[in-house]
């Protein structure tokens, strides 16, 4: 009976031209066509997009929503909101928004107020939409806030060093911030482009790690993977990992202790982002009171042999 593949959920079916698998960013190098409407979902979308874009998100629906009340206030008529009739049209809209933004965030000057029944209605409408949008909002800001993230940081470039009496495959993590990350765990996988009855596919290996977990990620993590007999990556060259178009995929998982929940970070190296021959540089040392010091900015520093 033929066993399958091993595949992590990233295919191994192949498409030129090659793209890495997984992007310097961590993100998965897919693309999603053909949903529907119904597969939106707001909440998804802005809790993940940038900051930026996000505060640009709320300024822009803030200016809507005043927007479309302005015009309903303005179409109602000059005689219906006290003190907002000017001896033009732009001055007595601009009088409608400003009185909507009062209105909206219930802070409520008092300078312009409603006079008849419609103007009321629009109104106190407005004033429940204003709550409930800046509870949304509210709650939009805090889920991105307390949401736990990891901000781990991967050498510039794998290495493949030596190791022993032989060699291995090495990286180093770190963590950027300045929380507790315990219990990092690390699994890595290599694939490669081979071909299957004259197509080509993707194999995925799964690379045995000298330490795969370490129980506290206060110092810089170099996860080594010798490369023995029943390594995959035996007894190639640079040469033969580029026609196989190999690529390191990795998944790091650790719990993060202030948030009391798991993170977890994703990364790859392509086989031209590999370093022959080289050994990484400390990147961290003891000053003279006895305390360590990491410098993160050698995280990817490397020393000849």
């Known amino acids: 009976m033929h066993k399958p593949s091993f595949d992590p959920?990233?295919?191994q079916q192949f498409g030129a031209p090659y793209r890495r698998v997984i992007n310097r960013d961590g993100s998965l190098n897919v693309q999603r066509r053909g949903?529907?409407?119904r597969d939106f979902h707001p909440y998804l979308h802005l809790i993940n997009m940038g900051w930026p874009a996000f505060l640009l998100t709320l300024f822009l629906g803030y200016v809507a929503a005043n927007t479309a009340f302005a015009?309903?206030?303005f179409a109602l008529g000059p005689d219906q909101l006290?003190?907002?009739d000017t001896a033009n049209a732009m001055g007595r809209f601009l009088n409608t928004f400003f009185f909507s933004s009062h209105t909206l965030t219930t802070v409520g000057y008092g300078n312009i107020w409603p006079k008849t029944v419609a103007a009321n209605f629009i109104a106190a409408f407005e004033g429940l939409v204003g709550v409930l949008g800046f509870a949304v909002a509210t709650g939009l800001l805090f889920g991105r806030i307390s949401r736990p993230s990891a901000r781990l940081g991967f050498s510039e470039n794998a290495l493949i060093a030596p190791y022993?009496?032989?060699s291995s495959l090495q990286?180093?993590?770190v963590n950027r911030r300045s929380n507790s990350?315990?219990?990092a765990n690390a699994q890595v996988l290599l694939m490669t482009v081979e071909r299957e009855d004259g197509k080509p596919v993707r194999r995925y290996h799964q690379l045995t790690l000298e330490r795969s977990s370490v129980l506290f990620l206060a110092l810089t993590w170099t996860v080594v993977h010798p490369i023995d007999e029943h390594s995959p990556l035996h007894d190639k060259t640079a040469a033969e990992l580029a026609g196989l178009q190999a690529e390191i995929i990795i998944l790091i998982k650790a719990y993060d202790d202030t948030f009391s929940q798991n993170v977890i970070s994703r990364h790859s190296y392509r086989h031209d982002e590999f370093l022959w021959g080289l050994r990484f540089a400390p990147a961290f040392y003891v000053d003279p009171a006895g305390d360590l010091v990491l410098e993160l900015h050698k995280l990817g520093a490397t020393a000849s042999q």
């Open 181 to 183: 990350l315990v219990e």
């Open 164 to 166: 022993q009496d032989g």
């Open 35 to 37: 949903a529907t409407w």
């Open 82 to 84: 006290q003190g907002a």
């Open 171 to 173: 990286f180093r993590v």
């Open 9 to 11: 959920g990233l295919t």
């Open 71 to 73: 015009v309903g206030y």
